[in-house]
């Protein structure tokens, strides 16, 4: 693989377009080769498993207030049969993985450099379906912040935004005696969700106006370090990964203009992470009960599946991930 570094000479700049080709649809997800795999499913000794999606409907009301509560149905034609339908199922509105055509960048277009005027309802280029047919399984290695806080003896309030950048990754890997070993998925349990979800639906209105939470640094440091150590799929347990609201970033761009409605993603490290590397990133993930087991047996690496709707197109869907250890 080139590094980061060498990739400033890709076209555009700081792409991996052309490390898997122009036509690719898996991304990073690329690194998960058939060795890995293998070695990760040794990784399995208890047999303990772990769920790692949220209910449908577990953060509602959804914090950007984009995303509408999820009807479920339940009907049946006989006394011995049930059959369900979903109305207003926004797949990203609980644990989620984020498509390659999720986000593109304002100068460069989506990953592999589709236009945005392609992407349209029509497409299904990077949909959510090529991951579900490769399948994504692999070594997964969790990050836990607030325990790391903890023991240095740091400040830490997942209500507040904090940018955790590549410095403070080695300092929790290093804490936590982690190693990492190319194709790896990074899970970073903030907190946040555990704490979102524990609230009143009063009380979530009211954080609603001024949420915040910790989360990846939008710092090119950090994609040079997701890159370079061949993350395969970063997730967290927070709204967006990185950082929210953006503080500082190194990604403005000129063509930046507020959009018309929904989240502005200027600065964000979504669309570098996403248009220009092709990262897997999923979102809102349940790490509390892995985490603490991995608190309680010193093991922060398990073996980790992750199967996203067989949707064509799809643009996002719930991980249905687990971990198994």
Known sequence: MPTYDELANAEPAGSSWDVFGRDDQLGTVNFLTPERVAAAARLVRTGRRF??????????????????????????????????WLDSFYLQSTSQLDS???????????????????????????????WAESGIAGRGVLLDVPRFFAAEGLPYDCERTIAIDDVVIDAMARS????????????????WAGNYTAKSPEERVEFNRRNRSPGLAQRESVLRWLWDHEIALVAGDNPAVEADP???????????????????????????????????????????????????????EFFLTCKPLNLVGGVGSPPNALAFK
């Open 51 to 84: 769920n790692l999606d949220h209910p449908v409907n577990a953060f509602e009301p959804y914090p950007t207030g984009t995303r509408p509560r999820t009807e479920h149905h339940v009907f049946a034609n006989n006394e011995y049969h049930r059959d369900d």
């Open 246 to 300: 953006v503080l500082e970033s190194d990604f403005r761009s000129d063509r930046d203009r507020p959009p018309e409605r929904g989240v502005d993603h200027s600065g964000m490290l979504h669309r570098p992470l996403i248009a220009l590397l092709g990262m897997a990133v999923g979102e809102l993930w349940k790490l509390d009960d892995l985490a603490a087991d991995c608190a309680a047996d010193g093991v922060f």
């Open 176 to 191: 936590q005696g982690v190693e990492w070993r190319g194709g790896d998925i990074l899970l970073l349990r903030t907190g």
């Open 100 to 130: 390659l055509r999720h986000i593109g960048h304002p100068e460069h277009g989506f990953y592999g450099g589709l236009p945005a005027a392609e992407n349209d309802a029509t497409s299904t280029r990077l949909g959510i379906h090529h």
